[in-house]
């Protein structure tokens, strides 16, 4: 598909387990993004990478969050010991590059629940 | 503190409406002011503001930047109930990488 993509789209989780959120950009993207969304608010930045490289990851809460990119496509967002405040959807989204004003395209997400 | 804030939260209209919605922003060395529709869970992409003064029109939406009251509208003529969704508004930095989001205005119209 053309657009950028995200598996699972559900993921249920039980407190204390290690999951991981997958994103396929789209192709030739340089830039990817992952946010997250809790009910009622808006996208809340967690990580930047250009490239293979994580340029910012000045939103990340805590270091039981980690993402990678290995290749410079696909990206990983890895959670370790859940807890149920990590419950919210996972958003990642792709750019041809950073800066300019380039516009961001949003995957559908993934709906992580922590029981 | 919140560096975008938007208004109403939520808004409820009936078809053939015409609605404004508001977007307030305090960053430093800002770059650009994005509009996005949220119907499900992937926001779609509305518009990118960069200049002040300048309309940007798709259909019947339409949105403009005013930089000196750090402000962007988004209007919506001849609503729908296919508009219903939450409207978001972003902001980035020329400084950072993140598009900073404000809570997102609830559309809904009713036929």
């Known amino acids: 598909g053309a657009g950028v993509s995200q598996t699972p789209s559900n993921k249920v989780t039980e407190k204390g387990k290690y999951v991981e959120l997958r994103c396929d950009p789209i192709s030739g993207h340089t830039a990817l993004y992952w946010y997250r969304q809790s009910l009622g608010q808006g996208p809340e930045f967690l990580i930047y990478?250009?490239?293979?490289?994580?340029?910012?990851d000045s939103g990340l809460p805590n270091d039981r969050f980690f993402a990678v990119r290995p290749e410079g496509s696909v990206s990983t967002l890895k959670i370790q010991r859940t807890e149920r405040g990590d419950s919210a959807v996972y958003l990642c989204?792709?750019?041809?590059?950073?800066?300019?004003?380039?516009?961001?395209?949003f995957g559908p997400g993934t709906r992580l629940t922590v029981l | 503190e919140d560096k975008v804030v938007q208004s109403p939260l939520s808004l409820v209209v009936h078809e053939g409406d015409t609605v404004t919605l508001n977007c307030s922003y305090e960053v430093t060395n800002f770059r650009s002011l994005l509009w996005y529709k949220q119907e499900k869970k992937a926001p779609t992409f509305l518009f990118m503001l960069?200049?002040?003064?300048i309309e940007k029109k798709s259909g019947r939406l339409s949105s403009i930047l005013d930089k000196k009251e750090l402000s962007s509208i988004l209007n919506i003529t001849a609503t729908q109930t296919g508009d219903s969704a939450i409207y978001l508004c972003?902001?980035?930095?020329?400084?950072?990488?993140?598009?900073?989001f404000g809570k997102g205005t609830s559309l809904l119209v009713t036929p």
């Open positions: 990478f250009q490239g293979t490289g994580a340029a910012d």
């Open positions: 972003a902001v980035e930095e020329n400084s950072g990488y993140a598009l900073n």
């Open positions: 960069t200049s002040s003064g």
């Open positions: 989204a792709s750019a041809p590059s950073s800066g300019g004003a380039n516009e961001q395209f």
